[in-house]
Structures are given as C-alpha cells and as structure tokens.
C-alpha cells in the first residue's frame, strides 16, 4: 500500500492509460480524483472501480481554464489535498502537413496538451509546495522526443510539455515535488481504436499498416501495454520514486532511445 493516504488527481482519467493509472494507484491506496468530459462515463466508471468515497469524478473540458482549476479545486476539497497530479489528458487534434494546418487547430493542440498541464500544475503547486510533498507526471509522449510528417503541432506541443517538466523540476526540486513526463509509445486504447483510422489517413496508409508501422519502429516490435505505463506512473508516485525529477522517460519498447 505505498500511496495509502494520498490523494491523486487525473486528467482523462476514465478511459485509457488514465484509467490504467487510477486502477494502479487505487489498488496501492491512495484516493483518487478523475476528470472527463462525459458525465454519465464518469458515473459508469465509479461504480465499476467499486471503492467509495476513495474515488470521485468531475465533469469538465480540459482545454478550458476554469474547467481544470475547478478540478484541482474540487479535489483538495472532495478529498482532502492534493499530493499526486497526472496531467493525462491531451491528444493529437488535427493533422495536416504544416502549409494546411490552421492556427485554430494549432492552437486547439497547445490548450489540448500545454495548457492543461500547466493549468492543472499551477493549481496543484499551491498545495503540493504549502505540504512540502507532491509529484506531478506529465504524459507526454514519443513525439516528444521525435517527430513525424502531419504531427507538427502534436510534436511541438509535447516538446513544450518536456521542457516544462525539466524547468519546474529544478524549481521545485529542494520543495519535496517531483515533476516528470512519461513519453509512451504506441498503446492500443480506445482512443487509438476510435481516432486512429482518422490518424492513418491522414498519413497516407491503413489503419492496419500504420499500427504495424509504429510497432516495427520499437525495439520489442509490438505495441506497449497500459500496464507497463501505469507501473512507471506508479514508480514516479512513490516514495521510493522521490530521487527521479526531471526526467522524461521512455515507455515506447526501445523507439526512442533516449
């Protein structure tokens, strides 16, 4: 029970690796806070994780500021505080190659993604620095790290969410806080399933072909799992993970290599 006591606030937090995550941190004790956009997903999700008080959800749009601090807000007051922060929302919007992209949906891919995290930090700080003890995660992604044709404002807005992860960290490195970016590679969530044939378009090939497209580019040449990025979450939000801060590690089975 490594996080009995503390209290874990996530983005996305009712499908996907969100939900892998919050299965993690509840099975190790901590109570958990997850934000959407679907009320009745939200509800149907409580009642499946089967604990109580120790979980409730807010309804809300991650791209809209008063949304996200309202979230950080409900749960320092729903539960207590506020020691964990995984900003998981985010996604890629709209590919285009650059001379068709909009700035709408430039724009949409930095509320999406860099707006969020630093709404929900910013917010989270408060409590986490006044308790001498947090740890903000960052999903981020291996696009951060790289790059590909039609990712443009998805790729720059993960590198922007990394570098944000590696400036705050020495910030608030002798406060007690951590703050890192986990950068998955391809996981196949419903999200994927859902968005992807889109995504494949969008790059010129079939759904199929781009799947296998991501898996060969790994070095165990299949996708990763939810479980393997939960575990690291899980690392990260322990106190055993309190000598990790900084850093955006690699969960893409060996895509990126650094």
């Given at each position: 029970m490594k996080l009995e006591g503390k209290v874990a606030a996530i983005t996305g937090g009712t499908a996907g690796l969100g939900r892998g995550i919050a299965e993690a941190f509840l099975a190790e004790g901590a109570s958990v806070a997850l934000m959407a956009r679907n009320p009745d997903k939200g509800q149907k999700v409580l009642d499946e994780l089967g604990v109580g008080d120790r979980a409730f959800f807010?309804?809300?749009?991650?791209?809209?500021?008063?949304d996200v601090e309202g979230f950080i807000d409900a749960t320092v007051s729903g539960l207590g505080s506020i020691d964990i922060l995984v900003n998981n929302a985010g996604g890629a919007g709209?590919?285009?190659p650059m001379v068709d992209l909009s700035d709408e949906a430039f724009d949409e891919a930095m509320?999406?993604?860099?707006?969020?995290?630093f709404w929900a930090t910013r917010r989270a700080l408060k409590t986490m620095l006044a308790n001498q003890w947090?740890?903000?995660?960052?999903m981020s992604s291996m696009e951060g790290k790289h790059g590909k044709?039609?990712?443009t404002a998805y790729t720059a807005a993960k590198h922007a969410v990394n570098g944000m992860t590696k400036s705050l960290a020495?910030?608030?490195?002798?406060?007690?806080?951590?703050?890192?970016s986990i950068c998955p590679g391809l996981v196949i969530t419903d999200i994927i399933k859902n968005n992807g044939p889109a995504t494949a378009e969008a790059m010129g090939m079939e759904f199929d072909a781009m799947i296998d497209m991501f898996a060969q580019e790994a070095a165990i040449k299949r996708p990763n799992t939810v479980e393997e990025i939960a575990a690291v979450a899980m690392l990260l939000a322990s106190p055993e993970g309190g000598g990790i801060t900084g850093a955006t590690i690699s969960v893409d089975g060996g895509t990126a290599q650094y």
């Open positions: 807010f309804a809300g749009d991650v791209m809209k500021q008063e709209d590919l285009q509320k999406w993604n860099v707006y969020s995290t947090g740890r903000v995660i960052n044709p039609v990712f020495r910030e608030v490195g002798t406060e007690g806080v951590t703050v890192n």
